[in-house]
């Protein structure tokens, strides 16, 4: 008797197929007249011993919608650091964490003794040597858990991308354009980690050749919200891709021309976010604290102090407030940012937008007029009053809050 092989009955058992050993003419006949049996024999073998081959394939709905929310929540992740890292710069903690450990720092201190000894390491640095010399344990750990608020929830920013991704991975929900998307997006949370603590370590050399206040590169810290805003960009648009429905809208001239505005006013949001990046690293913030005049001036007579001129727009205090003024608010036509959110509202309420299909487009540009609104009113605030009022952070808060929108 001859075994062939094992499959599944409906009852749960196994059935054996077997049959009488045939004569050597019998099995030559059957070897060429049935090829297509044995491999149905073969395949049933297969699968009956590895049942995990049978699992059926995930339904493209519910695996765009699952994959889609996720991101979603992704993106809320990263507009909460970066709402937390304003707020840490804000209060000056940034410098209080000296070290960086992935695991071992995740525990704070407990004890007198382990408080003591974190703030003697501290000590050493040149941010309490020449700032904050008379500063108590009491303030000090305030500071440091500010800056160990923003680091725990970067680490639960990276767990929410990397630890869903590879289940979504293993289990067939991520088709090939969403696996090369997803690790972009994981090499970009590990890469913003590794960015901070660069960030950090700048503001933690001794310079010698500066009489200025220890603080962290603007380059570095500029690069570093550059990197968390391309992040979120990405992650919110991708999963607004997967839940949305597309439209199939008609190539008009008024619609192309509305696209193009609508990316021309997208980077210039991301080069004014990029701008205040330097406002921040520099404390530019504090040079000229009048509107819409700088001083008495329209233009400041140290624009151009340094030399070359080109070293101005990155480590002149006063230039990069400036440019910081005229990219959101523009006199020349070329770098309007305000003025092109109101071309954009403007444009979308001629009457080739006024179709239903347009329903949503028409919600956007409303939106983002009234964000438009708010952030101009939050900078012009923060400039001229909430700069030196002890409770700014709100207002700091909102400020980076609509910033993340706008994008």
Not at 107 to 122: D, I, V
Not at 136 to 155: A, D, N, P, Q, V
Not at 345 to 358: G, K
């Amino acid at each position: 008797m001859l075994l062939r092989a094992f499959t599944w009955q409906d009852s749960g058992c196994i059935r054996l197929l077997v049959e009488e050993e045939p004569s050597p003419s019998q099995q030559c006949l059957r070897w060429w007249r049935c090829p297509q049996a044995r491999t149905q024999h073969g395949t049933v073998s297969e699968v009956a011993s590895h049942p995990r081959l049978a699992v059926p394939s995930i339904p493209k709905a519910v695996r765009d919608r699952t994959i889609g929310r996720w991101l979603l929540i992704c993106s809320g992740t990263v507009a909460g650091a970066v709402v937390l890292g304003g707020v840490t710069r804000l209060t000056e903690s940034g410098l209080s964490m000296v070290d960086w450990h992935l695991v071992r720092e995740m525990k704070p201190p407990q004890s007198q003794q382990e408080w003591e000894a974190e703030f003697q390491k501290y000590q050493q640095f040149p941010e309490f040597k020449i700032l904050n010399h008379d500063m108590t344990l009491t303030e000090f750990k305030f500071i440091w858990y500010m800056e160990y608020s923003h680091r725990m929830w970067g680490r639960l920013v990276g767990l929410a991308y990397i630890i869903p991704a590879a289940y979504f991975w293993r289990k067939g929900y991520l088709n090939r354009s969403l696996k090369t998307r997803v690790l972009a997006l994981c090499g970009l949370v590990c890469f913003q980690g590794l960015l901070g603590w660069y960030m950090v370590k700048s503001g933690l050399e001794e310079k010698t050749d500066s009489h200025d206040i220890p603080r962290v590169s603007q380059y570095r810290l500029a690069a570093h919200l550059g990197s968390a805003l391309i992040l979120y960009c990405s992650s919110l648009w991708t999963g607004l891709s997967l839940l949305l429905p597309l439209h199939k809208l008609p190539e008009t001239h008024q619609l192309l021309r509305l696209r193009r505005f609508s990316y021309g006013t997208a980077g210039l949001v991301f080069l004014t976010a990029i701008s205040g990046a330097f406002v921040a690293g520099l404390d530019a913030g504090l040079v000229y604290n009048s509107f819409p005049k700088m001083g008495e001036h329209w233009v400041p007579d140290d624009l151009l102090a340094f030399s070359p001129r080109l070293k101005n727009f990155f480590e002149n205090p006063t230039t990069v407030q400036f440019d910081h003024r005229i990219l959101w608010n523009g006199l020349p036509k070329e770098a309007k940012n305000f003025p092109r959110c109101l071309s954009v509202y403007r444009l979308h309420r001629t009457e080739s937008f006024r179709e239903p299909c347009l329903s949503r487009l028409s919600q956007v540009c409303t939106c983002f007029l009234g964000r438009s609104l708010s952030q101009a009113g939050l900078g012009w605030q923060w400039l001229l009053y909430w700069l030196w009022h002890t409770s700014r952070s709100p207002w700091v808060s909102a400020h980076y809050s609509c910033m993340s929108q706008l994008l």
